[in-house]
């Protein structure tokens, strides 16, 4: 077992300096990737009950659409979050 030392170790330089530009580019970037896709769904919805109507469906399966559109949202919002990073995004604006 290691002995304890009290304090962590220093980062390499360059991934200090990622890590304090994470904050306030990296979470914008996560921020606004989220609103731009649920967004994307919000409006559907509202051009989906223009134009098709109300459509009447039961409890459990409404609750299976919305964890599905949850679901795909999260997923395409996080996909795009990390290809901006890993391209460079958050540590070299």
Known sequence: MLPKLGRAPSPHPALQRSATRYWPTGVGISLSNTLLVFGGFVAGAVLWQRFAGTVYVRPVVATLVVATVAFVATAIADWHTKN???R??????
């Open 88 to 93: 460079g995004g958050a540590i070299n604006a």
């Open 84 to 86: 901006v990073m890993l």
